[in-house]
């Protein structure tokens, strides 16, 4: 498929999902949905558009937490981003790693450091984290606090 049919396919397959579509560049999409569709159109890009999963990122936006969840279509040069904005308060999505593997430590990262549920993952132990830091205490959230005066956070958490 050409650029344009790949994102002519998604927007007719997905269209009642999508929030925003935002073409920027030749070589990059950047497309808001719906949370709950998480599942449904980032195993499509993979399985079916044979999309090369590259990374998640997760960013405290205050009043939301966003995750973008970038994919490479490497046949065609075009990276298509998934966006989706979550409630700050109660941060939940339903986890990609029961669909694709290469989800799984990601998925396990964003949720101590950003505090996001990611439900059904399959393993949802820390991953980074010190086994006594406190529940509940984010350390990539704008409104993190230290907790522990005798910390030496110089070389990361």
């Not at 719906?34 to 399985?47: A, D, P, Q």
């Not at 593997?101 to 990611?118: K, Q």
């Amino acid at each position: 498929m050409t650029r344009e049919e790949v994102l002519q396919d998604l927007r007719g397959r997905f269209g009642e999902d999508i929030l925003e579509f935002l073409d920027k560049s030749p070589t990059r999409v950047y497309i808001e949905i719906k949370s709950e569709s998480i599942v449904r159109m980032g195993s499509y890009l993979f399985r079916n558009l044979g999309a090369r999963f590259q990374i998640a990122s997760g960013t405290d936006m205050p009043p939301h937490i966003e995750i973008l969840y970038h994919f490479i279509l490497e046949d065609i040069n075009v990276i298509i981003s998934l966006r989706v904005k979550l409630n700050r308060e109660n941060p939940e999505i339903a986890s990609l790693a029961k669909e694709i593997e290469a989800f799984n430590w990601i998925e396990r990262e964003i949720s101590e450091l950003l505090g996001v549920t990611f439900t059904g993952h399959p393993d949802p132990r820390r991953l980074l984290l010190a086994d006594n830091w406190p529940e509940c205490v984010y350390p990539l959230r704008q409104d993190y606090e230290e907790w522990d005066e005798t910390a030496d956070r110089t070389r990361g958490v």
